[in-house]
């Protein structure tokens, strides 16, 4: 069996099969469905990891795959979400501008210096942070209507709006100074 298929990995593969359900639950107006998967999803992000570091079994494979299968899972969630005419259109417009501009920094990296690791930047991670717990309140507000999650989904549209442009910005800087470099993290 290939070193790369390990229970961290599958772990994050599981992250990506939810999706196509988490949308299709929001679509459909399933909104305690979406939630729950969406909740297990999430949860996933944090095992993959925990899993990898306890069992010594981090790959090169899962490094690429985990924020793969973030920016999937926060895509789709939020992409159905806009759809359902749930979230603010220009929310999502601003989380797509930023991964979209993220892949174009990437590939000027590869195409312009020797990088070939992109470590996420502490604002790269509070920013995918937030965008979890932006939709999860999102999908919450649907599932439990009442005054407190709604209040909660408005409030986070904020913070997940600015801490996403922030590490667009952050990004930016990264590249500016030499990408990878201790200092610049």
């Not at 070193?3 to 961290?8: A, Y």
């Not at 969406?38 to 925990?50: C, E, I, K, R, W």
Request: hydrophobic content about 55%; overall charge positive.
């Amino acid at each position: 069996m290939p070193r790369w298929i390990n229970l961290p990995n599958l772990i994050t593969l599981l992250r990506l099969a939810l999706l196509p359900f988490i949308a299709a639950s929001v679509l459909a107006g399933r909104h305690m469905l979406a939630l729950a998967l969406f909740f297990t999803a999430s949860m996933t992000d944090v095992l993959d990891g925990a899993a990898a570091r306890r069992l010594g079994s981090a790959t090169q494979a899962g490094a690429y795959l985990d924020p793969i299968a973030d920016k999937c899972l926060l895509s789709g969630a939020f992409l159905a979400l806009a759809v359902a005419r749930i979230v603010p259109l220009w929310l999502v417009i601003i989380i797509f501008a930023r991964d979209f501009y993220i892949l174009l920094g990437a590939i000027l990296m590869l195409w312009l210096t020797p990088a070939r690791k992109f470590p996420p930047s502490v604002w790269g991670k509070a920013s995918t942070f937030v965008q979890m717990l932006t939709a999860g309140a999102w999908m919450t507000r649907d599932a439990i209507p009442g005054a407190f999650p709604n209040a909660v989904s408005r409030l986070l549209i904020w913070p997940c709006a600015a801490l996403t442009v922030w590490s667009g910005v952050h990004y930016t800087w990264r590249f500016l100074r030499g990408w990878g470099s201790e200092s610049s993290r």
